[in-house]
Nanobody, 123 residues
Framework: QVQPVESGGGLVQAGDSLRLSCTAS????????IGWFRQAPGKERSIVAK????????YYSDSVKGRFTISRDNAKNTVSLQMNSLKPEDTALYYC????????????????WGQGTQVTVSS
């Protein structure tokens, strides 16, 4: 089974950029839908972006559309989340998750999760 590992979080100022990476050693990583989720204190975990294996389609939540870009490099078993024009409200613990199903957006639909990486945006 796939075990995602996130990296790239940190403390930045509003307007800055960060790039998160999600990797896994599973050889069939390219066949998984990979989702990036975030959870701020006191809030529910919600999807930010996802990249499906079928058709390589992408999805973005309205709150990040136009600022975040998800991309995958299957040769390196990596899915990245480029985050530009960061805002204080983007502050959260960001998780990478994997699912064998293509059209899933709920946390409960992703069986495999990383430990999370903290992103903090100061104003």
């Amino acid at each position: 089974q796939v075990q995602p590992v996130e990296s790239g979080g940190g403390l930045v100022q509003a307007g800055d950029s960060l790039r998160l990476s999600c990797t896994a050693s599973e050889r069939t990583f390219s066949s998984y839908t990979i989702g990036w989720f975030r959870q701020a204190p006191g809030k529910e975990r919600s999807i930010v972006a996802k990249s499906t294996s079928i058709g390589r389609t992408t999805y973005y939540s309205d709150s990040v559309k136009g600022r975040f870009t998800i991309s995958r490099d299957n040769a390196k078993n990596t899915v990245s989340l480029q985050m530009n024009s960061l805002k204080p409200e983007d502050t959260a613990l960001y998780y990478c998750a994997a699912s064998r199903l293509p059209y899933v957006s709920k946390p409960s639909e992703y069986p495999y999760w990383g430990q999370g990486t903290q992103v903090t945006v100061s104003s």
